[in-house]
Nanobody
Framework: QVQLVESGGGLVQAGGSLRLSCAASGRTFSDYVMGWFRQAPGKERECVSAISWEGTTTYYTDSVEGRSTCSRDNANNMLYLQIHNLKPEDTAVYYC????????????????????WGQGTQVTVSS
């Protein structure tokens, strides 16, 4: 199995940027498809982005498409999500997650697809 720890959240003004990091340990990081999810109060957990084993294929939800970049560094067991032009509606707890299953869309966006989760990092965007 793999252990995941997110960092990089915080309070930021609308229009600002953040880079979230996820440090993985345990099994070989490159064995896992990785995802970023977020959950706002009273809302369901949604997939923000997903990235393939080698990092060559990425997915973004419509609300962050064009202002976000998901990347991974398999040599250092790290996953990243950079979001620019942050909006108040981006406020949520952000989680990284790992799955050993190589599903395409839409299953790669389902929370149930992922076996391992981090504890989450809070992102708050003020208007």
């Amino acid at each position: 199995q793999v252990q995941l720890v997110e960092s990089g959240g915080g309070l930021v003004q609308a229009g600002g940027s953040l880079r979230l990091s996820c440090a993985a340990s345990g099994r070989t990081f490159s064995d896992y498809v990785m995802g970023w999810f977020r959950q706002a109060p009273g809302k369901e957990r949604e997939c923000v982005s997903a990235i393939s084993w080698e990092g060559t294929t990425t997915y973004y939800t419509d609300s962050v498409e064009g202002r976000s970049t998901c990347s991974r560094d398999n040599a250092n067991n790290m996953l990243y999500l950079q979001i620019h032009n942050l909006k108040p509606e981006d406020t949520a707890v952000y989680y990284c997650a790992a799955t050993s299953q190589n599903y395409g869309l839409p299953r790669v966006t389902w929370a149930s697809t992922y076996d391992f989760w981090g504890q989450g990092t809070q992102v708050t965007v003020s208007s």
